[in-house]
């Protein structure tokens, strides 16, 4: 109601003009038309101006704007706008008409009412032309290209296309265009048929993707008719980067991701990773085509045989066959520095005297420095030596003169381009002195021969000497001996002589207590005697008669359950029909083999009187591991048991 109300206001108006500028457009049959109002796009001068569309001066056909248009219009004082309909942008103002026929032929006019203007009238004459046909493409040889596509082409390759309309109408236009800007135009019509051509030679990465479209058109408000191609390509690879951001420093056993890049490989290349001879698997690959890129990620935690080989990322283009494309990079493996010692040291300081502690460990490469923290949080930095003969070794002394608070922990830590060292050094400063007494075990080891083993004490900071000296009954000095391990052999020692042994220990911060141990008369039973100053001869022998008689009557319990077991075997071998009877009454399985006699006078047991036995620090002065031999409880002759014990240690 609302048009009808306008158009008979306005009727008398709507006559054709004779000062209105006629234009003359063409449109193509069975073709859709858009009609633009005036020369360029139409601005409104506020929300009571509109443009209409009349037919003819006496059809009404559109208006703008109307209910569509302000509903998706965002702002209701904003009335002029455009529309995009698949991609294609066009001015609102302008009049389409669907699948031109004709009926659609005439005289068409576009009126913009302003609101503080007066109104403009544009006159449009329609004439409809036959259509051009859809343009066909087609290679140098002459064959239409239809798959959409040319190539794959590699580079420096060269391309020709050619496009072609059965058309010779004049004001036919036939062109190209490249990814939307026109290159080549048809210039002359042969046999009825408009030609263009392009030709590239040399092809470059330019042409990967490019849009090459031949568009024919004989009209002045309908699209052109157009074919298109794209040009598709093999092509190697730009760069190939394995990103390390310059850090070719790996932890050995320290899992570290790793990216290899490549840029510009079309198709996207397959990716393997190398290390030394040694083929690798990647953890992740991805491609990102919307820069052209393909990165594949690899998980690596290599060992210390790995450093100083080479790392390879490989990209491989199943149309490239004959190219190679990587990049390497030489890895440098090491470690964080490494305590050698498991176990917490003990450091015995003197006040107002120099203490020196050395810290050991292993790295690499080589530590930057050493810290040394105190158990006051103080903290004291040294330098790093290289420890002569040993491959990744390193040292450092600290030098410092104690205090009070230094008693307690002191933890030293190395550091190196890996990082620090993740479990410290650890030293507990305590008070030193003197060394502390030694424990002694006085043994045995063959007639008129003593041996004295001394377990040292704690060494009160500096290291210590263990002294002997041993007297007569008369208390002179028989012997004076020492040893920094604490060992002593004591040849030629006669028992009938009642010795006495003083043990202790000595260091630059003097000496130990005293130890007193006396040696009495060992008896030739005893390998090995532990003396003090209660007599033990008297249970010793009772001691060494037990073990024997415990030791034969295990024999015989041993040979009951032989016999016993042999017995029942042979009750069993007549049900076996496996079991072959011999001459001697036993049975064996076939094949036969020859027995082998052993007798206690042809076993192999060596004898050694001087072997030691494992146990010869027990508390028991008769160690388990002896065997008598020929001497039991009840003894044979004299002249058949040697003088002297044999014992046999197996």
């Known amino acids: 109601m609302f048009y009808r109300v306008i158009l008979c206001v306005n009727l008398a108006g709507y006559v054709i003009g004779l000062d209105s500028d006629v234009v003359v457009l063409r449109a193509v ?27 003819n001066d006496r059809d009404f056909l559109y208006r703008f704007p109307n209910e569509e248009t302000e509903r998706r219009a965002v702002n209701q004082n904003h009335l002029f706008g455009t529309s995009c309909d698949s991609g294609v942008c066009y001015d609102d103002t302008s009049l389409l008409l669907k699948r031109v026929s004709e009926q659609d032929s005439g005289i068409y006019r576009c009126r913009v009412h302003y609101q503080a203007s007066p109104s403009l009238d544009y006159v449009i004459d329609v004439r409809l032309v036959d259509s051009p046909g859809i343009p066909r493409i087609l290679n140098e040889m002459g064959e239409e290209i239809k798959r959409g596509y040319v190539g794959p082409l590699s580079l420096g390759s060269e391309l020709t296309l050619i496009c072609e309309v059965d058309d010779d109408q004049p004001d036919t236009l036939v062109y190209w265009r490249r990814n939307g800007v026109t290159i080549e135009r048809a210039h002359t019509a ?70 290899c890049v490549v840029v510009g490989c079309v198709p996207p290349p397959a990716i393997t990773w190398h290390l030394g001879d040694t083929l690798l698997r990647p953890t992740v690959h991805k491609e990102l085509h919307d820069g052209n890129y393909t990165v594949s990620s690899l998980t690596l935690a290599p060992s210390l045989r790995d450093s100083k080989r080479d790392l390879v990322c490989r990209a491989h283009n199943s149309h490239l066959p004959t190219s190679v494309f990587e990049d390497k990079v030489t890895l440098n493996v090491g470690y964080r520095p490494i305590c050698l010692t498991n176990r917490e040291e003990t450091v015995g300081a003197v006040l107002h005297e120099t203490e020196t502690v050395t810290c050991v460990v292993e790295a690499s490469p080589k530590p930057l420095q050493f810290s040394w923290t105190f158990s006051d949080s103080r903290t004291l930095y040294t330098s790093v030596k290289t ?43 305590t008070p030193g002195g003197p060394p502390h007494t030694p424990e002694c075990v006085v043994l045995r080891s063959y007639p008129n021969a003593v041996r004295v083993q001394c377990q040292k004490g704690w060494d009160g900071g500096r290291s210590q000497t263990v002294h002997l000296e041993l007297h007569n009954s008369d208390g002179t000095v028989f012997q004076n001996v020492s040893n920094e391990a604490g060992n002593f052999h004591l040849p030629d020692i006669d028992d009938n002589k009642n010795l006495t042994a003083l043990v202790y220990a000595s260091s630059s911060r003097g000496r130990s207590e005293t130890k007193t141990v006396h040696l009495q008369i060992i008896t030739p039973l005893s390998p090995s005697a532990v003396t003090d100053d209660v007599p033990i001869r008297s249970w010793t022998r009772w001691l ?53 006699e052993r007798v206690l006078g042809t076993t192999n047991i060596t004898v050694n009187q001087l072997a030691a036995c494992q146990n010869q620090y027990s508390s028991s002065p008769v160690p388990a591991c002896r065997v008598l031999v020929g001497c039991g409880a009840h003894s044979p002759p004299p002249d058949t048991c040697p003088a002297s014990q044999h014992s046999y240690y197996v």
């Not at 796009?41 to 209409?52: E, H, I, T």
């Not at 330019?206 to 598709?232: F, G, I, R, W």
């Not at 034969?552 to 071998?573: E, G, T």
């Open 29 to 55: 049959r069975g073709r859709d038309a858009r009609l633009p109002c005036g020369q360029g796009k139409v601005f409104l001068d506020g929300p009571d101006s509109y443009v209409l569309w009349l037919k």
């Open 190 to 259: 042969r046999g009825g048929v408009l030609r263009a051509e392009v030709r590239v030679r040399n092809a470059t990465r330019d042409e990967l993707d490019a849009h090459y479209e031949c568009l024919a058109q004989n009209a002045d408000v309908t699209e052109p008719l157009m074919a298109s191609v794209v040009v598709k390509m093999y092509l190697p690879p730009l760069h190939v980067e394995i990103r390390l951001n310059n850090n070719f420093d790996f932890e050995a056993g320290q899992p570290r991701v790793v990216d």
């Open 387 to 429: 420890v002569p003969g040993h491959h990744n070794r390193y040292s450092s002394t600290l030098t410092w003169m104690p205090r009070d608070s230094d008693v307690g922990l002191l933890l030293c830590r190395a550091t190196n381009a890996f990082g620090e060292q993740k479990r410290p050094c650890s030293y507990t400063i």
């Open 544 to 596: 060494e008669v037990t073990a024997g008689a415990v030791a034969i009557i295990a024999a015989i319990a041993a040979s009951a359950v032989c016999i016993k077991l042999l017995k029942a075997k042979r009750d069993n071998s007549e049900l076996n029909p496996d079991l072959v009877p011999r001459s001697d009454g036993s049975f064996h399985r076939e094949p036969d083999f020859a027995r082998e």
